[in-house]
């Protein structure tokens, strides 16, 4: 990851702090431009591009702004905007105004037609807190609480560093303390995002339209992204990735002697363990973070990729070492099926209706396709004259 790409993958991640410092009392001003003052003056941030970013990340400062054509700025918005669109939903009743204390609610409020009022208790993500699990009680956010995070925050930024291995530390940081926080308190949307969800996306969306573009040998970022904005959303700009161990139950519960409880649990650590492993080696090849890593349990993850010849090139190459290794290690126990479909910011909205759930199906045929055909000739020769 070169450092224009990283420093874009900072200003994403923090597009949005302004609203921190509005929720918390300090400054009434857009959460734009107060992101923008408190990154410059309390947290220390100098870097013009990062800065820019963060300023104009809407349309209505992009559109008078003095800036270049191709300013990290473009990608923010269009990432921000894209973010925005999958992850905010209207309320069913129409209420105008902000309640900057709500509560992040549920996601299962919702979901398949349910009608529930749960709420997180403001918090942050704690080991020795437990887990915070939804409930009836509605506790509204302080000013206190956001004067907390936006502190936490700050220590965290002062030791900026234009790196790889930086942007997974303050995506961790992020998720530490806005993983409860919403990302809107519109009265008219339901609160159930939280601003964590959506800086990470829209950092990963970022990553994926610059590379996108660059292999696209798109240099005026402005006219594609802002000007002609509206047909980028129809471009397949992205590729949706899964990786999927198959012998799990098999590897995890062949187990005869005694201490069997423990075997299983290492051997289900040891998975998660490879798992975790594969996926860093593939974004650092993709020169991805671990922004762009969407899920990942139970020997399964989906990773956001921009949709070019080179990812493709490498996640063909990086399959075929990956199933060699196991195919060393564990013979016919482990393999990795893995697919990707193509997609537009159009169909993860689901436009027209059914085109999200073509994104999964299209995966999961790719991957059903690779595992009923595991081995080459080549392989089942090997396989045959082991010693």
């Not at 400054?27 to 990062?50: C, M, N, V, W």
């Not at 942007?167 to 995002?193: C, F, H, Q, R």
Request: glycine share 4%; charged share 25%; hydrophobic share 35%.
């Amino acid at each position: 990851m070169n450092e224009k790409e990283t420093k874009l993958v900072i200003a994403a991640a923090l597009h949005d702090i302004g609203k921190v410092i509005y929720r918390e009392g300090s400054d009434s001003r857009k959460h734009s431009i107060s992101g923008y003052d408190y990154l410059k003056d309390e947290a220390g941030i100098t870097d013009k591009e990062i800065l820019d970013a963060v300023k104009y990340h809407h349309a209505q400062n992009l559109r008078s702004a003095k800036i270049e054509d191709d300013s990290l700025a473009y990608i923010v918005y269009m990432a921000d905007n894209i973010a925005s669109s999958t992850d905010r939903r209207e309320k069913m009743e129409e209420e105008k105004g902000f309640e900057i204390s709500t509560p992040l609610e549920s996601v299962f409020n919702i979901l398949n037609h349910n009608e529930q009022h749960m709420y997180y208790k403001p918090g942050m993500l704690n080991p020795d807190d437990g887990i915070n699990y939804p409930t009836k009680e509605k506790i509204m956010f302080d000013r206190h609480y956001y004067n907390k995070v936006k502190s936490n925050i700050t220590d965290n930024l002062k030791g900026l560093n234009y790196n790889k291995d930086y942007i997974n530390s303050l995506i961790e940081v992020m998720e530490a303390n806005l993983s409860y926080v919403p990302s809107s308190t519109s009265k008219n949307e339901v609160a159930d995002i939280s601003l964590f969800d959506h800086v990470k996306l829209t950092a990963a969306v970022a990553s994926c339209i610059y590379q996108y573009i660059q292999a696209c040998n798109i240099s005026n970022y402005k006219q594609e992204l802002f000007v002609d904005g509206n047909e980028f959303y129809k471009k397949n700009v992205f590729l949706l990735y899964s990786m999927d161990i198959s012998g799990i139950q098999d590897f995890i519960y062949t187990i005869n002697n005694k201490g069997a409880l423990k075997g299983l649990r290492a051997r289900s650590f040891y998975l998660e363990i490879i798992m975790e492993h594969l996926i860093d080696e593939l974004l650092e090849k993709v020169e991805l973070s671990r922004a762009n890593l969407i899920y990942s349990g139970g020997g399964h993850a989906y990773i956001l990729m921009a949709n070019t010849e080179k990812t493709k090139s490498i996640i063909e190459r990086y399959e075929k070492q990956v199933n060699q290794w196991f195919l060393e290690v564990f013979q016919t126990d482990l393999y990795v099926g893995a697919g990707y479909a193509v997609c537009s910011t159009k169909d993860l909205e689901n436009e027209p209706a059914g085109s999200y759930t073509e994104i999964f199906r299209g995966i999961s045929k790719n991957i059903s396709a690779k595992k009923i055909k595991r081995y080459t000739a080549k392989d089942i020769v090997w396989l045959n004259h082991r010693q």
